[in-house]
């Protein structure tokens, strides 16, 4: 079946450094790839949307310059964090279409502590 | 604004005992997913819909987009039940763009 692998689970940095989370598709190619926030009691907000053959668009209040996502091909994303603070902590998920189905599947999320 | 209003936030049921989550929308969408959160924070897909009804075990989910609200019902509910429940809807503008509401958090009591 098709499955989307998220690493690291968790992840702890100091303020002011970077981190980079993965996510990968196993079993399907994807179509696109979303990644989104949860922050503390908060819903989930996207940040950006990855679509094949198309340029990253990025939300309101997200940027490449804080958010850059690479995604090189149909089974592979990733995002860093740079220069992460305490307003950036929260659970971080990738999700991912394939082909026309538009279900989203997601990847059971990077939970990123600051210190 | 908020494009999806989800209720109840919080809902208590006893063990065998059921209700239904509601998401009401302010803006024409083209297809909706329900979602449980564990407690490790992960999310199981339980429903995806572009309309009408589907129904799976003791989780039943309606969508009707003309009069935009979609509902997931489930019945006897057990303590594994218990987590928090999220509706994203797509957004009709072409793409895959998915907006979630806010959020029910389920506790089944025994």
């Known amino acids: 079946g098709a499955l989307v692998y998220q690493y690291p689970r968790r992840t702890i940095c100091k303020s002011g450094t970077s981190m980079r989370m993965e996510c990968q598709a196993v079993?399907?190619?994807?179509?696109?790839v979303a990644w989104y926030r949860q922050s503390p009691q908060k819903t989930f907000e996207l940040i950006a949307l990855?679509?094949?053959?198309?340029?990253?668009?990025?939300e309101q209040n997200f940027t490449q310059e804080k958010f850059p996502i690479s995604h090189p091909n149909l089974s592979f994303s990733s995002m860093t964090v740079l220069n992460a603070y305490l307003e950036d902590r929260g659970l971080y998920l990738c999700?991912?279409?394939?082909?026309?189905?538009?279900?989203?599947?997601f990847g059971s999320g990077t939970r990123l502590t600051v210190l | 604004g908020d494009q999806v209003e989800q209720s109840p936030s919080a809902l208590s049921l006893h063990e065998g005992t059921g209700s239904a989550l509601r998401c009401n929308f302010t803006?024409?969408?083209?297809?909706v997913q329900w979602f449980q959160q564990n407690s490790r924070g992960s999310l199981i897909n339980l429903f995806y819909?572009?309309?009408g009804t589907k129904e799976n075990g003791r989780l039943k989910s309606t969508f009707n987009s003309k009069e935009s609200y979609s509902t997931l019902h489930i019945r006897d509910a057990q303590l594994e039940d218990s987590g928090t429940y999220f509706c994203?809807?797509?957004?009709?503008?072409?793409?895959?763009?998915?907006?979630f509401g806010a959020g029910t958090r389920l506790k089944v009591i025994a």
């Open positions: 819909l572009a309309s």
């Open positions: 803006t024409t969408m083209r297809a």
């Open positions: 079993g399907f190619q994807a179509t696109s």
């Open positions: 994203a809807a797509s957004v009709n503008t072409g793409n895959y763009k998915y907006v």
């Open positions: 990855s679509t094949v053959n198309s340029a990253i668009k990025y």
């Open positions: 999700g991912a279409h394939w082909g026309s189905a538009e279900t989203l599947y």
